[in-house]
């Protein structure tokens, strides 16, 4: 997590793969003591999970960060019924984009 937390703040801005992989194994792995492969392994290939409706379906979870929800109870968009379709598809970067933008949300961030 905590390497996560740091590619997030110090290289995800960069436009460049090539700069971010630089990033993870000049800089993060080593100072986190990891090898340069495991941490860029971690980072391209992990899936944070998705999930809505903890906590009386007030809250909604992606990778590392939760959200609290205000929900109506009349709520017609409720996708967490069952048979509901859910319009987003749940994958590797949409998930980990999410969990950035959750994470930023969760702290206030701009």
Do not use: W
């Not at 992606?62 to 109506?72: C, E, S, T, Y």
């Amino acid at each position: 997590i905590c390497l996560a937390e740091t590619v997030d703040i110090f290289a995800m801005s960069c436009p460049s793969l090539e700069k971010r992989r630089n990033f993870i194994c000049q800089i993060a792995a080593p100072t986190l003591g990891l090898t340069a492969d495991a941490a860029t392994r971690y980072i391209e290939s992990r899936i944070p999970p998705l999930s809505c409706g903890g906590h009386n379906n007030h809250c909604v979870e992606v990778g590392r960060a939760r959200l609290l929800a205000l929900k109506k109870e009349d709520d017609e968009n409720d996708m967490s019924a069952p048979g509901k379709k859910r319009n987003f598809a749940e994958t590797n970067h949409a998930l980990r984009l999410m969990e950035s933008v959750a994470v930023c949300a969760s702290q206030n961030e701009p």
